[in-house]
């Protein structure tokens, strides 16, 4: 094991893991990493071992997939993963042993409080605070609102929120596109449907990972099943809003749909600030704000729709109101690619930052030599877990 990590010399261009790299948000992640600035040296492609040895295009360049294991990350400074929970739990600490900055797409370490939850547009500084070498990826329904969010906080000061998601198909992995496309095959050309109870249940059959049809109908339900009645998706929601902002105590609540979209999550907002907010005010701000785009034009037609977004990096926004009963309060509804900033793209921009970082001064090692391999003991431990034993929860 080298355990190098950066070397910071000048015009150093960091060795980079992508862990998970045939998997669907890998696949975007390797179409990101072939169209934004190039500020890597080796990109590592590191998947099970069953995908081993197969060949993908990087920067216009066949790389080798490699099992993932230790050795993987050798030498390596960032490492991305997009994997299920358990497998990031297990080896995050290993490519973190190894001296690299782990950047994670998975929920394993999102309310850690010894690792910075990161979305560049809002909280770029908490990135420097890692001490287990670790950086977390916000769940992609998050991600669909929050950089418009955190825009209108700066400005207004947020109170209050209540949401609700229409969830694409392709949070629930590539069983959730199958699923999807299987069913509208199945209800196509027949115009009778969707007008007796249960009658698109039975033509449908199989109903994948969703536990109602999705062609045809909405679910009012993504993720597993909390306390209370909660979801997994909905308490993300809260969650992950609270920490990002740094309001422990922000009031979030959430209802998460299912809807027949293949790709790109959409939120309508109901927001509360400190302040009144006009229309124009917010659209001012939202403007101006990066990564966001502002389409509203009702009397035009025009505002954000899953068809017109999907493939795009912004958050687009429209539908922006003040609220008829307090001037306190905005609605807006919100457009973002669920496979894009809502996974691989935020994922990409941690990892540049950290890229900047590591190539901008000398880096030491942040602990001692003993300390490191203690680490490095309890991360092999960790790793000896299964690799990439079960798909990932809907939605991250």
Known sequence: ?????????PGFRPALAVVGATGAVGTVMLDLLSTREDVWGEIRLVASPRSAGRRLTVRGRETEVVALSQDAFDGI??????VPDEVSAAWAP??????????????AFRMDPEVPLVVPEINPEQLANRPKGIVANANCTTLSMIVAVGALHRAFGLQEMVVASYQAASGAGQAGIDTLYAQLDKVAGTRSLGQ????????????????APLAMNVVPWAGSLKADGWSSEELKIRNESRKILGL?????SATCVRVPVVTTHSVAVHATFSRPVSREQAWEVLRAAPGVVVADDPAAGEFPTPVDVVGTDPSWVGRVRQSLDDPRTIELFVCGDNLRKGAALNTAQIAEL????????????PAGSGTRAASFAVALVLASRPVMPSPPEPDG
Do not use: I, Q
């Not at 422990?248 to 979030?252: G, Y």
């Open 354 to 365: 950290v890229a900047a970082e590591l190539g901008s001064r000398l880096l030491p090692n």
């Open 196 to 211: 007796r109870a249960g009658d698109v249940r039975s033509v449908v059959g199989e109903l994948g990972p969703f536990p």
């Open 94 to 107: 290993v490519a973190a042993g190894y001296g690299a900055v782990a950047v994670d797409n998975s929920g």
């Open 1 to 9: 094991m080298s355990g190098t990590g950066s070397t910071g010399a």
């Open 248 to 252: 422990p105590t922000l009031k979030v």
């Open 77 to 82: 400074d960032v490492a991305m993963f997009d």
